[in-house]
C-alpha cells in the first residue's frame, strides 16, 4: 500500500504522481467512500488558493466525491482556516483544501479537515491510502452525489474573524500595510482589518494564477519592510498563500517572526490570566532564547514535532490554547481549530490596543539567540543516522556550542531537503557550524 500522505497532506509538483487529474479523481472517490462508510448522507466543502492548477484539481475531487455518492459544496478560493470554519458552519462531514501552502503555482496539493474542523488522524489517512489501493467503483446512478456553490462563505468568514476581536476596540490608531502573498486571502484581508477601523495599505492582493508566493508574503517580506518604512505605517502583516502563515513587521521595517509573535501573545495572556493550564507549546526549531524568556516568566513550554499538525496533538494532550512554529504557523485554539494567520494577528493587534505598546516595543521583549538556517537539497531518502560524516561534524559542533547553543537536522516533510538549524549566542559560530554540517551533505 502507497503512502501519500507527508506532514501536511499530500503535496508535490503539478503534473507529476500524485499531483495529477486522475489521481485526485481516485482520491476524492476514496476519501468520500470512507466518509459514506461511516457516515448517513456524508458531504464535504471544498476550497482552494489561488494557483491556477486548482481549477484543474477541484473538478477532479469534486467529480471522485459524487461517484462516491458524497455532497460536495463548493467555496471557491479560501484561506485554508476558512475551511476549517466552514465545515462546522455548513454542517459537512469534512472539509478539503487544494493547496501547496507557502510553494509557489508549479506545486499543488490537498489538506483534509474532520467535521469538528481538526487536521484528519493517522488512522483516517490509513484508511484513505488502503481504499486508495482498492478499484475504483462509483455508486448507482440514483445514489450519486449533488454539487452547489456557497455563495455567502466569504461574508461568514469574515463576521468569524472579526468577532475574534475584542469588540469594546478598534483599530482606528493603527496604519497598517497588508501583504496578501497573491494567495487566498486577497480579497478578505482587506475587509476584515478595514472594518475594524484600521488604516490599510494592501499589496500584492492582484492573484494571476501564477504570482502566489512570488517574491512575497510570509515566505519572503522584502517588500513587505521596504513598503512598512516608505508608508511610515505602524506595522506590517504578511500571510502566505492559503494563509495560515503569519509574520509581522514593526514600523522600523524589523521582521517578527513565529516564536516572537507566539511569545508577544503568551505574556500578555499570562498577565490577562487567560493563558489557560499557563503552557505554550513550541516544536523541536523554537529559539532557544525564546524557551528562555517562557522559562522567565514561568510558562511551561511543551516540545512538538515540527508540523502545525504535530503543534496542535500536543496541545490537545497537554490542554493548551497557545502553539506555533517559527514559520509562522499560531493556533489560538480558544479561537479556531487550526492555524489561522488573520486571526493570529487580530491577537497581537489586540495586545498592542489595549497595552498601548507599539510592536517593536514588544518585540524587544522577546531576546531570541541568533539561529542559521540551511537548506540542503537531496535526491531520494538519505538516512540522516547513517551518515558517518555528519555525525562526526555534528558532535564536534555541539562540543563547541557548549551550554549556550543547539542543533537539529531533519528531512523535511513537505520537499526533498535537508534542514539544518543551528544557534547559540555567538552568530559567527553559529554561522560556521551551519555551514561546516551542510558541507557534509554537498
Not at 509574520?247 to 490570566?273: C, H, P, R, T, Y
Amino acid at each position: 500500500m502507497a503512502s501519500y500522505f507527508g506532514t501536511d497532506g499530500i503535496r508535490g509538483e503539478v503534473g507529476v504522481e500524485p499531483i495529477t487529474a486522475d489521481f485526485f479523481l481516485k482520491l476524492g472517490w476514496a476519501v468520500g467512500s470512507v466518509l459514506a462508510q461511516n457516515h448517513n448522507n456524508p458531504s464535504v466543502v471544498i476550497g482552494k488558493d489561488t494557483r491556477v492548477s486548482g481549477y484543474l484539481f477541484e473538478s477532479a475531487l469534486e467529480a471522485g466525491f459524487l461517484s462516491a455518492g458524497v455532497d460536495v459544496g463548493l467555496l471557491g478560493p479560501m484561506p485554508t482556516p476558512a475551511i476549517a470554519y466552514l465545515t462546522q458552519t455548513y454542517g459537512a462531514t469534512a472539509g478539503v483544501v487544494i493547496s501547496a501552502s507557502h510553494n509557489h503555482f508549479q506545486d499543488n496539493g490537498v489538506k483534509f479537515f474532520s467535521e469538528k474542523g481538526f487536521k484528519l488522524s493517522d488512522q483516517d489517512q490509513k484508511d484513505i491510502e488502503m481504499r486508495l489501493s482498492q478499484p475504483m467503483v462509483s455508486v448507482s446512478s440514483e445514489n450519486i452525489g449533488k454539487a452547489i456553490r456557497h455563495e455567502q462563505s466569504l461574508g461568514r468568514y469574515i463576521d468569524f474573524c472579526k468577532r475574534s476581536f475584542d469588540k469594546k476596540m478598534d483599530l482606528s490608531s493603527l496604519n497598517i500595510v497588508v501583504d496578501c502573498a497573491n494567495g487566498a486571502t486577497y480579497h478578505i484581508a482587506e475587509n476584515v482589518f478595514s472594518e475594524l477601523g484600521a488604516n490599510i495599505t494592501v499589496i500584492n492582493n492582484q492573484p494571476d494564477g501564477f504570482n502566489i508566493n512570488l517574491n512575497c508574503g510570509a515566505t519572503d517580506t522584502e517588500n513587505l519592510q521596504q513598503v512598512v518604512v516608505e508608508e511610515k505605517a505602524d506595522l506590517g502583516i504578511a500571510f502566505d498563500g492559503d494563509g495560515d502563515r503569519l509574520m509581522m513587521v514593526d514600523s522600523q521595517g524589523k521582521l517578527i517572526d513565529g516564536d516572537e509573535l507566539v511569545f508577544i501573545i503568551a505574556k500578555a495572556w499570562k498577565v490577562q490570566n487567560r493563558l489557560v493550564n499557563n503552557t505554550v507549546v513550541g516544536t523541536k526549531m523554537t529559539n532557544l532564547g525564546v524557551r528562555h524568556g517562557y522559562k522567565t516568566l514561568d510558562i511551561n513550554f511543551i516540545e512538538a514535532d515540527v508540523g502545525d499538525r504535530f503543534v496542535m496533538e500536543e496541545m490537545q494532550n497537554n490542554d493548551s490554547i497557545l502553539g506555533g512554529e517559527g514559520s509562522g504557523h499560531i493556533i489560538c485554539l480558544n479561537q479556531t481549530t487550526s492555524g489561522d494567520a488573520i486571526i493570529a494577528a487580530l491577537q497581537v493587534l489586540e495586545i498592542i490596543i489595549s497595552s498601548g505598546k507599539t510592536l517593536d516595543k514588544l518585540k524587544s521583549e522577546v531576546q531570541k539567540y541568533p539561529q542559521v538556517l540551511i537548506n540542503v537539497k537531496v535526491k531520494g531518502h538519505l538516512d540522516l543516522s547513517e551518515h558517518q560524516a555528519l555525525k562526526e561534524a555534528k558532535i564536534a559542533v555541539e562540543s563547541a556550542l557548549g551550554d549556550s547553543g543547539r542543533v537539529l537536522i531533519r528531512a523535511s516533510g513537505t520537499e526533498p531537503l535537508i534542514r539544518i538549524m543551528v544557534e547559540g549566542k555567538d552568530l559567527t559560530l553559529v554561522q560556521k557550524s551551519a555551514e561546516a554540517l551542510a558541507v557534509t551533505l554537498s
